[in-house]
Nanobody, 121 residues
């Protein structure tokens, strides 16, 4: 069974920084693209950043230049470094990964439980 577990959310002041981490665990054969999404109250879930092999990254316009996504393939982790945080970054952040489980026959989409990020003075 494959799980994604996020950590690192919390409260930050405008202009501050937070680092989110997501660890994939379980019976994993291979991991493809890894992504961070966020969902603010009353809004649809939106893609924040993605990273594929080897270091192919993409960012949503509002976070470009402020957020950095990275991954450690040996540890099956993906991080999101968030700098210069703004109140509009407040949301629940979700980790997402496309994973081929050892016991599976195809790639599957997995989600973490989400971690709250609040930016407020």
């Amino acid at each position: 069974q494959v799980q994604l577990v996020e950590s690192g959310g919390g409260l930050a002041q405008p202009g501050g920084s937070l680092r989110l981490s997501c660890a994939a665990s379980g019976s994993i054969y291979n991991i493809g693209v890894m992504r961070w999404y966020r969902q603010a109250p009353g809004k649809q879930r939106e893609l924040v950043a993605s990273i594929n092999h080897p270091v192919d990254t993409t960012y949503a316009g509002p976070v470009k230049g402020r957020f950095t996504i990275s991954r450690d393939n040996a540890k099956n982790t993906v991080d999101l470094q968030m700098n210069d945080l703004r109140p509009e970054d407040t949301a629940v952040y979700y980790c997402n990964a496309v994973i081929f489980p050892r016991t599976g026959i195809t790639w599957n989409d997995y989600w973490g439980q989400g971690t709250q990020v609040t930016v407020s003075s």
